[in-house]
């Protein structure tokens, strides 16, 4: 297992890093900080993958699905994830696993920075580009139809 240390200006975060790490989840939840109430945000490609097996691991999880692909990276996406946010309970102790490349990671993490004024982010990237860019540095926005990225925070992951 390898375990990097982030140290940025708003916190520091640790990127784990192992084989099977995923397989671990139910078992390790509480030393990666993912034993409470949890919104794992994934999109619909995803979900029957990994994403149903992720929120049944964890003790308290719910599933919450995002259509997929760029076109959905908006304040539209952003708005239905408050509202199952809400529904499902999620309070100012709870924390939102984005699960998925660039696209569910900034539009997830977008949605954690603001609701509530702020929850925690675990990032867990699929995408090789998600691995080494958008999960990192906690940058978290999404599209406008004027451009991308005109609406954005940043919010570091808890993880």
Do not use: C, H
């Amino acid at each position: 297992m390898a375990r990097l240390t982030v140290e940025s200006p708003e916190g520091r975060y640790d990127i784990w890093i192992e084989p099977r790490l995923f397989s671990q989840i139910s078992a390790r939840a509480a030393e990666l900080g993912l034993n409470r109430r949890a919104a794992v945000v994934t999109n619909t490609t995803l979900a029957p993958l990994y994403g149903e097996a992720l929120a049944a691991a964890l003790p308290d999880a719910v599933l919450v699905v995002m259509p997929d692909g760029e076109a959905y990276k908006n304040l539209d996406t952003v708005a239905s994830l408050y509202s199952e946010f809400v529904k499902v309970g999620l309070d100012r102790s709870s924390v939102v696993i984005a699960l998925g490349g660039g696209v569910v990671g900034d539009t997830a993490g977008f949605a954690a920075a603001t609701y509530m004024r702020g929850i925690s982010l675990v990032q867990m990237p699929t995408s090789l580009l998600a691995m080494v860019d958008s999960s990192v540095g906690g940058k978290v926005g999404v599209d406008l139809p004027q451009g991308k990225n005109l609406v954005g925070a940043f919010k570091q992951p808890e993880r």
